[in-house]
Nanobody
Framework: VQLVESGGGLVQPGGSLRLSCAAS????????MSWYRQAPGKERELVAT????????NYVNSVKGRFTISRDNAKNAVSLQMNSLKPEDTAVYYC?????????WGQGTQVTVSS
């Protein structure tokens, strides 16, 4: 089982990035898939989730209207489109897949928002 994130980098405030998470060893459509982030000195925070049943999406208040989580069943992948980025969005972003007792994590990708 593996989750591999990509797409992180350095972007100016107001810019956009698209994170991708490619899964292997399990089917993302059968799992609740989420993006978390962890900034230096802070706890890991749930950013967005897309549910296995119905594809319902949920977001932390601080990113609502700016971030969009989506799932590509054909590619067995999940993405996070991030627009209007702010310096406070700077963090390592992690992909997560969860179903019952199964809980899978990627290695993380750094997002830095700075001028």
């Amino acid at each position: 089982v593996q989750l591999v994130e990509s797409g992180g980098g350095l972007v100016q405030p107001g810019g956009s990035l698209r994170l991708s998470c490619a899964a292997s060893g399990f089917t993302v459509s059968n799992y609740d898939m989420s993006w978390y982030r962890q900034a230096p000195g802070k706890e890991r925070e749930l950013v967005a989730t897309i549910t296995s049943v119905g594809g319902i999406t949920n977001y932390v208040n601080s990113v609502k209207g700016r971030f969009t989580i989506s799932r590509d069943n054909a590619k067995n992948a999940v993405s996070l489109q991030m627009n209007s980025l702010k310096p406070e969005d700077t963090a390592v972003y992690y992909c997560n897949g969860r179903r019952f007792r199964y809980d899978y994590w990627g290695q993380g990708t750094q997002v830095t928002v700075s001028s």
